[in-house]
T-cell receptor
Framework: EPEVTQTPSHQVTQMGQEVILRCVPI?????FYWYRQILGQKVEFLVS????????KSEIFDDQFSVERPDGSNFTLKIRSTKLEDSAMYFC??????????FGPGTRLTVT | AQSVTQLDSHVSVSEGTPVLLRCNYS??????LFWYVQHPNKGLQLLLK??????LVKGINGFEAEFKKSETSFHLTKPSAHMSDAAEYFC?????????????FGRGTSLIVHP
């Protein structure tokens, strides 16, 4: 069964450094998403991406964040200058329609 | 605006007994509702979804949920818990606010299954 994959599973970085989180969505899916879950808190929507552009973004998704689909298979989330409060689990998801999303296993980002 | 409340942060049951995970929602539009399960170190897996068809929705692994508009509830049930059901469960609401389907997650309910 096709799955969404994410790499790395755990990323440790120093404050102020740039990180890129990678996702490989399911191959025939058209919509792509990033979510984050700070430890002990809710899963929060960050951004959705369709037709090579951002379709929706939340207040969390500020200028420090960017997304890209560089090669037709990967979907990346970049954080330009990480802050301590960016430490969280980041989930990628993809869907064929705008309804049912398939989630990856997540990347745990730890900012020190 | 949409919101979802999972009434219990933890639910503990014995193997073989029924499971009830409660979820209440608010939505200005006709919502779509989902339950996801997350096992340790795994991604979120869709258990079932309601999208304005039958109000009783059957999902994977014997789970089902009933959409009750009058009670604004979408509780998840299973007749008989299995040890492998131990996981975190998320209720999610999504309506067409502003023309999009951005989902809102509940805080999650941790299901503990005792032998």
């Amino acid at each position: 069964e096709p799955e969404v994959t994410q790499t790395p599973s755990h990323q440790v970085t120093q404050m102020g450094q740039e990180v890129i989180l990678r996702c490989v969505p399911i191959s025939n899916h058209l919509y792509f998403y990033w979510y984050r879950q700070i430890l002990g808190q809710k899963v929060e929507f960050l951004v959705s991406f369709y037709n090579n552009e951002i379709s929706e973004k939340s207040e969390i998704f500020d200028d420090q964040f960017s997304v890209e689909r560089p090669d037709g298979s990967n979907f990346t989330l970049k954080i330009r200058s990480t802050k301590l409060e960016d430490s969280a689990m980041y989930f990628c998801a993809s869907s064929r329609t705008s309804y049912e999303q398939y989630f990856g296993p997540g990347t745990r980002l730890t900012v020190t | 605006a949409q919101s979802v409340t999972q009434l219990d942060s933890h639910v503990s049951v014995s193997e073989g007994t029924p499971v009830l995970l409660r979820c209440n929602y608010s939505s200005s539009y006709s919502p779509s509702l989902f339950w996801y399960v997350q096992h340790p170190n795994k991604g979120l897996q869709l258990l079932l979804k309601y999208t304005s068809a039958a109000t009783l929705v059957k999902g994977i692994n014997g789970f089902e949920a009933e959409f009750k508009k009058s009670e604004t509830s979408f509780h998840l049930t299973k007749p008989s818990a299995h040890m492998s059901d131990a996981a975190e469960y998320f209720c999610v609401v999504s309506d067409r606010s502003g023309g999009s389907y951005i989902p809102t997650f509940g805080r999650g309910t941790s299901l503990i299954v005792h032998p």
